[in-house]
């Protein structure tokens, strides 16, 4: 989908207990620094849906597993009126998820237990900018 890339990430072995990379300020998708949040999810809880007008998303998911949907809404896209997958977890499939401004955005809790997704975002959260819908006004079936 046009505006969502992800990037493989570098997991380093450690006897007792691995290090998980996430994002270096010199890495392509790194927008600027305003914040960084923790969401947690139970397996089978889904979150969405969130489109962000201005900010970049840039999310990790270092504990657990997460299906992410995204569905491009905006006017004169290529990929208008698409939707795209994409599971993260430290074990399966570590990477970084870069989304651009106006996609929509839900997920899934799809691990046992608690998931945990980290998203730096480039400035401090406004509730204001962004917009959100219930999960029924997106034709998707979870």
């Not at 450690?14 to 397996?43: C, M, N, P, W």
């Not at 597993?65 to 570590?94: A, C, H, M, W």
Request: hydrophobic share 35%.
């Amino acid at each position: 989908m046009k505006g969502v890339i992800t990037y493989p990430l570098k997991r380093i072995a450690v006897e007792k207990g691995d290090v998980l990379h996430a994002l270096k300020s010199t890495d392509e998708g790194y927008t600027g620094f305003g914040e960084v949040y923790f969401s947690q999810i139970r397996k089978g809880a889904i979150k969405g849906w969130k489109c962000h007008n201005r900010l970049t998303l840039n999310i990790v998911v270092p504990i657990g597993e997460i299906k992410f949907v995204l569905y491009d809404e905006r006017p004169g896209s290529d990929t208008y009126g698409q939707f795209e997958e994409i599971i993260l977890s430290p074990e399966k499939n570590y990477r970084r998820l870069t989304i651009a401004p106006g996609i929509w955005m839900a997920f899934e809790g799809i691990a046992q237990g608690t998931s945990v997704l980290m998203d730096l975002i480039p400035e401090i959260h406004d509730s204001e900018e962004s917009d959100k819908k219930e999960l029924t006004e997106i034709n998707y079936s979870f």
